[in-house]
């Protein structure tokens, strides 16, 4: 299935009672409705000092070059399934399986740590709505909620983002599903916990109880 043809299964999920934008255009033509600007967002201004010195984060050009900043600012293309103020969900434009959705906040955060919880909360809350529309257009009744923080991670894109993978039953995507796990060592957990409860403890407040 194409990519238009499928964000046009994916709208029809998600916005039943509107139009859905066409599915025979080209393989890579967007329709009038996903080339349409988005919401102002921080992100929508490359130079906005006031968000780099918000998060401590941004590096010089870096919002020039990040291409989620880029499509935010409809500055590359994408295949947008849904937006709102804080958040929008593209298609994967390499994606792992059909309908592989990513959830990307409209402020360039460069790894989750760095992102304020209350986006995160954003972001988390529209996961059950999105990945439910994904799985009734790809046929699917899985899905993974992946995010790669960091290099070692497999992050590529130093933007904050949720990867949304339909899963099929054997379907073999991660080789790692079919290796036997070890059991956990109780004299090794021990001193893990201690030392994760004290990394804990030293932390900010605004997540503890």
């Not at 401590?56 to 070059?65: P, S």
């Not at 402020?107 to 809350?125: D, K, N, R």
């Not at 994904?134 to 904050?160: E, R």
């Not at 070890?182 to 004299?187: A, D, G, M, V």
Request: charged residues 20%; hydrophobic residues 35%.
């Amino acid at each position: 299935m194409s990519p238009p043809r499928r964000l046009a299964v994916l709208h029809s999920h998600l916005r039943p009672d509107g139009p859905a934008p066409p599915a025979d255009r080209g393989e890579n033509e967007l329709t009038p409705r996903q080339e349409a600007v988005v919401s102002t967002s921080p992100c929508a201004a490359a130079g906005d000092d006031s968000r780099g010195a918000a998060t401590g984060r941004v590096a010089d050009g870096e919002l020039e070059t990040c291409v989620f900043c880029r499509i935010i600012r409809d500055e590359a293309p994408a295949f947008k399934v849904y937006e709102d103020d804080v958040c929008m969900c593209i298609l994967d434009s390499h994606p792992l399986a059909p309908g592989h959705s990513l959830i990307i906040p409209k402020c360039h955060f460069s790894s989750l740590e760095a992102t304020p919880p209350p986006v995160i909360a954003a972001m988390c809350s529209k996961v059950p709505f999105l990945s439910n529309a994904i799985m009734k257009a790809t046929h699917c009744d899985s899905f993974n909620l992946v995010v790669n923080n960091g290099a070692a991670a497999g992050q590529v894109i130093f933007h904050t983002h949720f990867h949304i993978i339909p899963r099929r039953y054997g379907d073999k995507l991660w080789p790692t599903e079919s290796f036997r796990r070890s059991s956990i060592e109780p004299n090794e957990t021990s001193s893990l916990i201690s030392c994760i409860k004290e990394q804990l403890d030293s932390s900010p407040g605004d997540c503890k109880n």
